[in-house]
């Protein structure tokens, strides 16, 4: 049984192979997670457990004007169970409490997400090109209609 909560500092561990796993050469560091995590006012962060195993996590910037889905991920083993849109369902709902509007960047290639996030009402805007640092990728902006 997945269960979603707040992200902990005692879950980066866990956070940081699934970052390794899901977005090398582009992850977050555990500095940036901690500084995320100290933001409390403009940040939310969830993960999903199922028993004791951290299988996913999310994050959410809210401004009053506007919030960013800031990261989303689910381990590859559990991919295509419905816990990454557990997970968007949870920053939404979190978001429609602080902003109007809600943004997020994907990978141009990853098709997958992308539908997850159309699924949720979220069409494409623009592209950034060469937005992820180290490899170079562009991103798919995406806003929610």
Known sequence: ???????????????????????????????????????????????????????????LIAYPDEAHVATIGVTGARQGQGIGGRLLDALLAEADTRSPVVLLEVRATDEATQGLYARRGFVPIGVRPGYYPNSGEDAVVMKRG
């Open 1 to 59: 049984m997945i269960e979603l909560r707040a992200m902990t500092r005692e879950d980066l561990t866990a956070v940081m192979r699934l970052e390794e796993e899901l977005f090398a050469p582009d992850t977050w560091t555990r500095a940036m997670y901690l500084e995320e995590l100290s933001m409390t006012d403009t940040r939310s962060y969830t993960v999903a457990v199922d028993g004791e195993e951290l299988v996913g996590y999310a994050g």
